[in-house]
């Protein structure tokens, strides 16, 4: 059994030790600098809400149901855990379509969350004339922080967890690319096969000194607990009041009110005060004032009420507030901060999940949305965070409006041809860190139903008949991978066969051992022992890690991700278009070879994610700007993002992250043809298991009938039976269908064909629309357009 360190002894890591002890670990020490608790998690406020906007993020905060009265039965200890029901309030209408979303899903995971009228919100101490209604939540409850950690220590330590308290850590050691232990401040050096870092607001500066990037920032997080209340209800309800970023719940007669600040105060949590245990920041009623005005707007009788205590500390929040989960770039090191002021509750799901990940050597589920994987090293800088505070904070509460841009800390990364994309008119959002257009054309508001760039976009796609558009595909994720050993380990890892002539370009599925998708990808032959492979933007440092520890043998991995430009130049006109430019030589789809345009040498790749016939040009930033300026001038007009998802989609192009994920083997997803039998590849037994026990669920694409907004995560229905989620959706800009793509539960030995004979139903904000499952993609499903 390995030695594993836990820095931090609050609740994400002692939660993180009981869960170790309970699968085995026997050799755990939990190293704490201080006391227990004494950094973040004494003075949360202890809501536990186990609904969140996601399917995962919404199981892992579930599993504090089950943990905390388990924990209790075991440790004998009292962690205050009590549900009270909870009213999340709606002021803006708005807000009643995210609130109708997140009750649809919630009702699928087993939670009971309904919609009602404000007014049927049983507490006569509110003022609801404002509100236009209310969501419901019997599971959300109440835990003394506290109180857990203890019990959550007990629990370890009756199964053999080490706690050393006043054990403080000065720096981490590595050898090479692995973790080997910490050294203590004492000087002690202790050493370990595994390390986690769970030290919150506190993590980002150990990280750094064996170089890794988490993007955290300690800020300044208050809350007040008034003089008891009369008559106040037993238990008392977890309000939140969403469009007034406040909550308020109940605290042994008394009442804690806290909100999600715009503009948070950034707090120095390596200064002076850095170290202090169970610190108290100022009183700052200037920052905390809007907060308790809205406070008295909903609770009048506040007015006549004290206030017994203000409570102002420290809290880590990251740049897009999602925590920061898994293993890091060094391997064998663990994180598991930035909880964004929800640890406590967060901590029986992430402790329990990380437990899992580490002991058996990969998630127990998809934990994409919190693994520090996604990290983007550039967002770690002190400038960037400070900037992301503006609204990090406020985001927890904030409305999310489908398709929602981020306001702050824009700009980080642009490719060559952004002022080239902004002449030409383009909107620009923040797509994996990138600037990218959205769109063409004005800037257009926000909406929950019928988005005013949908005209636009079919605008933008419509000149793809005819004739030319041009996608800056620049963030993409490019890598060169070299060396004697590159072909033979590649064909190791893809399902499709790599040993094809130079030149030859492949779309094939990276597998782990149980057969679920880590890498969707193109990979091109250049020579014998080269190979350039292209992925999606978001997961550029998951995938050199994941290629770091499986490519075996003398092989090489360089990124060439921002050294070169690529333009897909795509359209029924493409071809006239670029050998009027120059040379551009005959190749089939799937292939690759060296152009000429313009005078510029690139390499030009018949490929397309858009279903159309078209290149992609892959040149020199130097001379980016100039192929592009020669392209439009003689036609070619941009294509955005938006344009770009929604013509995948009527193609019926799935998508990592979406469609494709660990979870999801390519038999499920319709890639089977992807697969090469004849030789071996990691995962194949698995594949192999299920091509002969039969599918249990499967990718289907739908077309929606009616005005639904589709986005991701609507529940799909059968006869009235839940059986499965979408995955992502939107309407096709050359059809004008409403589509959708779900995984849905299917019977072993089941047929496509006799899937897309059923009759399916989603539901998208409260309402039930007809979804027809589409046995081929409603656009060119031939391929006769991009094979031309």
Known sequence: MSRILIIGGGAIGLSLAYHLAKRGSNDVTVLERNQLTSGTSWHAAGIVGPLRATPNMTRLAMAALEVFPTLEAETGMSTGYRQTSGYWLARDPARLDELRRIANLGQTLGLTPRMIEASDVPLSHLDLKNHVGALHVPEDANVNPVDLCMAYAKGARDRGVSIREYTGVQSLRRKGQRITGVTLTDGTELDADQVVLATGAWSRELAANVGVALPLQAVEHMYVVTEPMPNLPNPFPVIRDLDRGIYIKGDAGKLVIGGFEPNAKCWDAYGPEGDRPFLELAEDWDQFAPFMEAALELCPSLETLGIQHFMNGPEGFTADTRPLVGETTVDGLFVAAGMNSVGVMSSAGIGRALADWMVDGHPPMDMWEVDVARVDPHTASAKHMADRMEEAVADLFALHWPYKQPNAGRGLRTTALHDCWAEAGAHFGLTAGWERGLYYGPAQPYSTTDQGWWQLVEAEAAALDQGTALIDLSPFTKLEITGPDALKALNLLTTAQLDVPFGRAVYTQILNARGGIEMDVTITRLGRDAFYLTSGAATRMRDRMFLRRHLKGDVSVKDLTEAFCTISVMGGGSRTLLQGLGSLPEMAFGHAATAKMAGITCRATRVSFVGELGWELSIPNAQAHQLFDTLHKAGARPLGHYAVDACRL?????????????????????????????????????????????????????????????????????????VGLTTSGGRGPRTGLNLCFAMVAVQSGETLTQTCDRRFTVRVAGQDYLAQPLRRPPFDPSGERMRA
């Open 650 to 722: 009527e193609k019926g192009f799935k998508h990592w992250g979406h469609e494709l994920g660990p979870k999801i083997t390519p038999l499920e997803a319709g890639l089977g043809f992807t697969i090469d039998w004849s030789k071996e590849f990691q995962g194949k037994a698995a594949l192999e298991q299920q091509k002969s026990n039969g599918l249990q669920q499967r990718l289907i694409l739908l077309q929606v009938h009616g005005n639904a907004l589709m986005l991701h995560d609507e529940p799909v229905f059968e006869d009235g039976i839940h």
